[in-house]
């Protein structure tokens, strides 16, 4: 698909920005705001940016143009142009003003964004692709200093509309801290890609796009008693996870990423309404994490908003998970990652 993207720049003789940017998948999860309009984070958050899974996105200036245009090419081949009435798509164009009133150039511009895994399925494709359109566009309109300092580049990437495409500004191991302004809840790197070889095993079960948005999510999520009870230990959580990734202990690393995702999906189920993620599949990949390690095999399962599990292990037992987690009657699929690069410049 990337080549496909620069061929075509080529044969039509305009200048194309290409950015490509991979999804994360949350250690410690980000679930419910402070502020709805600024998309300042409840709890600050842990990432691993994972190779498997990326977004390829350009932004040129077609001459005849009259107006802005979102593409979207999903894994499948299936194209779609965003219509800026849909909520979503509605806050990615006016993510195009803001970033070229930010650049006080004039223009309409035309983003295609191509993922190459099942979009909206709870595989942050929207961490992806949101990081990746907001690095093509800022470098459309001029501003490659912004994209070139990290910290700016993850505060304009928090305002396209998903939280998490902060994380994906960076490689490896990242941190994104809540803060308490649009200046201070900025991404952090806490260690690169070449830090710790795990591997994130991702067992698709569901390819459908989820039910309830992760946004919907998010603005329900205090209605949950239990969501006071997440945040006010997430500080304990988080020094303990950038703790196991900085000495790199797997077993601590593992049992905090599974409670982490417990307690997420137990305040997603008890908020008002209940939002329940899960299906037969999810449960069947939860039950043979749990064969492993008890046959000795250490993995340790992680899910965000969406059916599909990540399965976490490291290198040495790569393949017995893979096989395992492969065989089983709900898995369609399993997307092999390690730690993957942060936003970078294709072309
Ligand atoms: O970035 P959003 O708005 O799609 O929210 C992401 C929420 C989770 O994936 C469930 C958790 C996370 O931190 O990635």
Redesign the pocket.
């Known amino acids: 698909m990337d080549r496909q993207l620069c061929t075509k720049q080529i044969t039509a003789g305009i200048t194309t920005y290409v950015v490509r940017a991979f999804a ?3 250690f410690i ?3 419910g705001r402070v502020d709805h309009n600024l998309f300042l984070p409840a709890n600050s ?1 842990i ?1 691993m940016t994972v190779s498997g899974c990326a977004t390829t996105a350009s932004a040129s200036f077609p001459s005849e143009s009259d107006a802005d245009i979102l593409i979207m090419r999903s894994s499948s081949g299936k194209t779609t142009v965003l219509s800026p009435e849909d909520r979503k798509s509605c806050a990615l164009y006016a993510h195009i003003k803001r970033i070229r009133d930010a650049s006080g150039r004039t223009g309409f511009v035309t983003v295609e964004a191509a993922n190459n895994f099942p979009s909206d399925a ?1 595989l ?1 494709s ?2 992806s692709s949101f990081c990746a359109i907001t690095g093509a566009l800022l470098l459309a309109f001029g501003l490659r200093d912004v994209f070139d300092d990290k910290r700016e580049l993850s505060r304009y990437v928090r305002l396209a ?5 902060v ?1 994906s500004v960076y490689g490896g191991f990242v941190q994104w801290n809540k803060g308490n302004s649009c200046e201070t809840s900025v991404a952090e790197q806490l260690k690169n890609e070449y830090h710790w070889d795990l591997v994130d095993l991702i067992a698709i079960v569901e390819t459908k796009k989820k039910k309830y948005s ?2 919907y ?2 603005e329900i999520a205090d209605t949950s008693p239990f969501f006071t009870q997440r945040i006010s230990r997430i500080s304990d959580r988080l020094g303990m996870v950038r703790h196991a990734i900085l000495e790199k202990d797997f077993t601590q690393l593992g049992e905090l990423i599974e409670a982490d995702s417990n307690c ?1 999906h137990t305040v997603m189920r008890t908020s008002k309404p209940s939002l329940n993620y899960w299906n037969d599949g999810t449960q069947e990949v939860m039950r043979e994490v749990q064969k492993l390690r008890n046959k000795g095999v250490e993995a340790y399962f992680t899910i ?2 969406g059916a599909n599990v990540h399965v976490l292990c490291q290198l040495q037992d790569a393949l017995s998970v893979h096989e395992a987690i492969q065989k089983l009657d709900h898995v369609s699929s399993v997307i092999i990652n390690k730690a993957a690069k942060g936003a970078q410049i294709l072309s």
């Open positions: 994360n998948i949350a999860k980000y679930w958050s990432s709870g942050a929207s961490a509309g998903s939280g998490s495409a994380r992760s946004s999510g998010h997420m965000d908003a």
